[in-house]
């Protein structure tokens, strides 16, 4: 089965604390794509990274960083010094890629809510 | 701005009745992809074209259909439609089929 779960359906926390946002997927496929976007209050979604399967490097970009571990099947988002701007809805996403389907499968999403 | 231009932003129609959404992808991507997003829910993935050939088929019900044209923009058929197809439909598209996605700003559908 291809999955994606976000368990945390909804995180509050304080303006300035870190956060981390968990992913867990499951696929058969060897290689395969991983992806997080944000969705505002605005409702637009925006990409933030895609990593791929053969690509176990943390990625750091500003407040964002990414830890991609294969042995847990996780992709995990951390945002430090969380910003009220920081608050939406994130959803981690999978793309297999041998196993001949086309689609991107998604998450349920993180609703974060950074509090002033 | 993504570049992924979708229309209408809003659409406001009675029970039964049949709307065309569109959308442009970002120039040079050959794939359009459709997701409804329901209230609260995740994205449900309804089908996907490349170079105007149906790639992918998701959960997309018998009353919806869909079509990308040789200048790639695409338009998804929604008929018959029902109090609970309310929701926003996001287009996005991608330049390779791995690549990620790049979404447009979404039709908001409500059905009263």
């Known amino acids: 089965a291809q999955k994606v779960t976000q368990a945390q359906t909804e995180i509050s926390v304080v303006e300035k604390e870190d956060v981390t946002l968990d992913c867990v997927y499951e696929?058969?496929?060897?290689?395969?794509?991983l992806f997080w976007y944000k969705q505002p209050p605005s409702g637009e979604l925006v990409f933030l990274i895609r990593?791929?399967?053969?690509?176990?490097q943390n990625e750091i970009s500003g407040r964002y960083s990414w830890n991609f571990q294969k042995s847990t099947s996780s992709f995990n988002f951390t945002i430090t010094a969380s910003q009220v701007v920081d608050s939406a809805v994130y959803f981690c996403?999978?793309?297999?890629?041998?196993?001949?389907?086309?689609?991107?499968?998604f998450g349920t999403g993180t609703r974060l809510k950074v509090l002033a | 701005d993504s570049g992924v231009t979708q229309t209408p932003k809003h659409l406001i129609t009675a029970t039964g009745q049949r709307v065309t959404l569109r959308c442009s992808p970002r120039?040079?991507?050959?794939?359009v992809y459709w997701y409804q997003q329901s209230l609260d829910q995740g994205l449900q993935f309804l089908i996907q074209?490349?170079?105007?050939?149906?790639?992918a088929k998701g959960n997309i019900l018998e009353r919806f259909s869909a079509q990308q044209f040789p200048d790639l923009h695409s338009e998804l058929n929604l008929s018959s439609l029902e109090l609970g197809d309310s929701a926003l439909y996001f287009c996005?598209?991608?330049?390779?089929?791995?690549?990620?996605?790049?979404f447009g700003e979404g039709s908001r559908l409500t059905v009263l």
């Open positions: 996005a598209s991608s330049v390779v089929v791995d690549g990620e996605l790049f």
């Open positions: 696929t058969r496929d060897t290689t395969y794509y």
């Open positions: 990593r791929n399967s053969f690509d176990e």
């Open positions: 996403a999978l793309r297999p890629s041998t196993s001949g389907t086309y689609k991107y499968i």
């Open positions: 120039s040079g991507d050959l794939s």
């Open positions: 074209y490349y170079n105007g050939e149906e790639r």
